[in-house]
């Protein structure tokens, strides 16, 4: 090690702790600075395409989720809306309430979970524990209506499972409260902290049209200035119904992806709120979808907490789907963005897990 | 400034701690809808083999057990794997005899370091907690006629099934 302009190969992850889950990077290093990355995907592969083709369309709801721990529930719904696009079926009002709940707590949740990834990372570690608490009180609320904490099956082809319990609203308030309290804290510790703004401002930086060009959606485009978001540009569920912002970034540097994420957690708790009121008791939350599906196609867009994420189903009718796409957030995210960031960039070892978490990126969603 | 950091940190101490011990005997975490270990009526069930069909783990199988079962003559009932269970209450959802729920028995309760132990035979499905998730709860999502529908023929189903078959 020492030799000049000796490129030094260091292994990273898939068991360090920087490391965004289960995935390896090749870096070659020159000094401190990396000038080459690859990434080392595969660890988690378990081919959830390929078993869903081997599953009804009841039973692949509880495959649908199972690639991304920190943000389950857009995928689950995604699925959902796909299948029920095959099926044309029109759910109930109070079933897209529901899952609008359902995805921006997980949306919350996951950017709590990232909050604690980056403040790892950046070496503040104190206020990234209190972003946990909050969403441990998200993940009781799910515990609570759902059963599970984690992996929820609360949104299946039709609507929704579960009824209103006994005091949904005042609990689901309660845990808003709590969490939109916590966030406040944690925004200001973690924000207007010197260390954190040296280590992110500036750092990692994409313009709009690089952004698009590589294949970048979700809070990291929008950090650049475009303010994309599916649930404006093409609704879904009934985020056309509701009132919220899409806050959007300028510089497009890791601080602003963080300025947004905070932003997009206030939204989120707007977003709950308002379909909390709309909830009516007495209708139903589900309807019955025929055992046999049509033969077509079913497509459902969602935005995720990563970004847009895609369902692509094919059915020659029956009781199966004959092939299911998912297009994956984090691909772009951690190969053609990391490498384009490493070559038009300094980065040195010390920067690249705080430059991983700042483009937050899910290793399952990219093995599948 | 790290300022800020501080402040807040400093409201943050005086608070009592948010974490607690895990595993702990006492004071478990229970919900009402909480999916956990399963009950299995063994008088109720036919032996029709629904959950297992539905089971996306493939945890389901059915086996024999002797004894006399006036609705069951092939007497097969369900037999489930713990170790790759994914308690989504299909299987409960799916039954077309009622004969299976949840119960709020989950996570350390089940845990075990002997692997064979995960393997419940059909008279080990027995209550361990409280009865928490059933049929009929899931149908309530459903718009009340079809729900009501859907449980009579349950109730008629099980009538049918006379001890000569």
């Not at chain 1, 998912?326 to 690249?352: C, G, H, K, Q």
């Not at chain 2, 999916?35 to 539905?54: E, F, K, N, P």
């Not at chain 2, 350390?108 to 009929?136: A, N, V, W, Y």
């Amino acid at each position: 090690m020492g030799d000049k302009g000796k490129l030094v190969q260091v292994y990273f992850g898939p068991q360090h702790p920087g490391a965004p889950g289960n995935i390896g990077y090749k870096l070659w290093l020159d000094g401190e600075r990396i000038v080459r990355a690859e990434v080392i995907p595969g660890f988690l592969h378990r081919g959830f395409e390929k078993m869903m083709e081997n599953r009804t369309w009841e039973m692949s709801i509880t495959l649908s989720y199972r690639f991304c721990v920190e943000d389950p529930d857009p995928l689950e719904i995604a699925y959902a809306l796909a299948v029920e696009d095959l099926f044309s079926a029109e759910i109930p009002e109070n079933a897209k309430y529901i899952r609008m709940i359902q995805a921006e707590f997980s949306r919350i949740a996951s950017h709590m979970f990232w909050i604690h990834f980056i403040g790892g990372s950046t070496g503040l570690r104190t206020p990234a524990y209190w972003a946990v608490t909050a969403r441990e009180e998200i993940l009781k609320w799910f515990g609570w209506y759902a059963g599970h904490r984690v992996y929820h099956n609360i949104s299946v082809p039709g609507g929704v499972r579960y009824t209103l319990p006994e005091g949904f609203i005042e609990r689901t308030l309660k845990v808003l409260d709590f969490v939109e309290k916590t966030v406040k804290d944690v925004e200001k510790a973690l924000m207007r902290n010197s260390i954190f703004k040296a280590r992110t401002i500036g750092m990692g930086k994409l313009s709009t049209k690089e952004a698009l060009e590589l294949g970048v959606t979700g809070p990291v485009l929008r950090a650049t200035g475009m303010p994309y978001d599916i649930r404006k540009a093409r609704p879904y569920l009934n985020y056309d119904k509701v009132n919220f912002e899409v806050p959007t970034g300028s510089a497009g540097d890791s601080y602003d992806r963080c300025r947004v994420r905070f932003q997009e957690i206030y939204q989120s708790i707007r977003i709950i709120r308002e379909s909390l009121s709309k909830l009516d008791p007495s209708e139903p939350f589900r309807i019955k979808l025929p055992i046999v599906a049509p033969a077509g196609e079913g497509i459902a867009r969602v935005e995720t907490a990563r970004g847009e994420y895609l369902v692509h189903i094919v059915s020659t009718r029956g009781r199966q789907p004959y092939r299911v796409r998912l297009r994956s957030t984090s691909m772009p995210l951690l190969t053609t963005v990391v490498n384009y960031i490493i070559e038009n960039e300094e980065i040195t070892i010390a920067d690249f897990p705080v430059l991983l978490a700042s483009l937050d990126p899910c290793a399952p969603d990219l093995d599948r | 400034m790290v300022l800020s950091t501080i402040k807040n940190a400093i409201k943050y101490m005086v608070k009592k701690p948010y974490t607690r011990q895990v595993p702990r005997k006492d004071d478990k975490y229970r919900s009402e809808n909480l999916r956990g270990a399963h009950i299995l009526y063994m008088d109720r069930c036919t032996g029709c083999s629904m959950c297992q069909r539905v089971c996306p783990a493939a945890c389901i199988d059915m086996v024999v057990v002797e004894g006399d079962w006036p609705r069951n003559h092939r007497k097969r009932f369900p037999r489930i794997d713990h170790s790759k269970c994914t308690f989504c209450a299909l299987c409960v959802e799916y039954c077309p005899f009622n004969a299976l729920s949840m119960t709020d028995a989950t996570g350390f309760e089940l845990f075990t370091t002997d692997k064979s132990r995960t393997l419940k035979m059909p008279q080990d499905l027995k209550p361990i907690g409280k009865e928490t998730l059933t049929k009929q709860k899931l149908l309530s999502s459903y718009a009340p006629s079809y729900a009501l529908k859907k449980f009579v023929e349950t109730l008629e189903g099980s009538r049918k099934v006379s001890p000569n078959g």
